[in-house]
């Protein structure tokens, strides 16, 4: 059972809007999560980080928040660019040993 | 700023033969961490190391499975005798002490025929 779900599993959407991504999580203890950001063919590249006490963390044009009690997370993309089309993958560490428990991604693509 | 870097980017390798995944982790990192992530799926978790030895696998990480860090630079892993369904991308990362993040490689991508 996978501990980390995400939602849609992709999504298009024209250059200049904005869209966001969901994700719901079991894993516990929670340490942190994290939103990466993966172009195809390419590792992983984190985009945010939160712990249980952030509710929300920005990095330019992404927005991520953090329901602990819920154990959901969203990634707010803003007026998005072409570039933005990758895989946006959910990521939550374990509290002790620091196990990463990923989701399968939000395939995002953007159009002009 | 400092990458952590993968060769080959692809192998291609008959099934049954063995094949070694390269990995550079970033230099003053102290663990290192092999990932799979097959089409279509999500990332998974093979094998954490540290201090020369592993600290933790997965039940996926078998005994086909072996990782080495030959030389203060290199961290590699080992698959014996490949299978059809070991095709994957194959990820490197790395992270510093006391730190959780871990930064991850391009990915070597492995296709067994």
């Known amino acids: 059972k996978n501990q980390v779900e995400q939602s849609p599993q992709s999504l298009i959407i024209l250059e200049g809007k904005n869209c966001t991504l969901q994700?719901?999580?079991?894993?516990?203890?929670?340490?942190?999560l994290r939103w990466y950001k993966q172009d195809t063919g390419r590792g992983p590249v984190s985009l945010t980080i939160?712990?249980?006490?952030?509710n929300t963390k920005s990095n330019g044009r992404y927005t991520a928040t953090l329901d602990a009690d819920t154990k959901q997370s969203s990634l707010h993309i803003t007026a998005s660019q072409l570039s933005d089309s990758a895989s946006y993958i959910c990521v939550v560490t374990r509290y002790g040993n620091n196990r990463l428990a990923f989701g399968k991604g939000n395939q995002v693509v953007v159009i002009p | 700023e400092p990458e952590v870097t993968q060769t080959p980017s692809h192998q291609v390798t008959q099934m049954g033969q063995e094949v070694i995944l390269r990995c550079v982790p970033i230099s003053n990192h102290l663990y290192f961490y092999w990932y799979r992530q097959i089409l279509g799926q999500k990332v998974e978790f093979l094998v954490s190391f540290y201090n020369n030895e592993i600290s933790e696998k997965s039940e996926i990480f078998d005994d086909q499975f072996s990782v080495e860090r030959p030389d203060g630079s290199n961290f590699t892993l080992k698959i014996r005798s490949t299978k059809l369904e070991d095709s994957a991308m194959y990820f490197c990362?790395?992270?510093?002490?006391?730190?959780?993040?871990?930064?991850f490689g391009p990915g070597t991508r492995l296709t067994v025929l």
């Open positions: 990362a790395s992270r510093n002490s006391g730190a959780n993040e871990q930064f």
């Open positions: 939160m712990t249980f006490s952030e």
């Open positions: 994700c719901n999580y079991t894993v516990s203890p929670f340490s942190n």
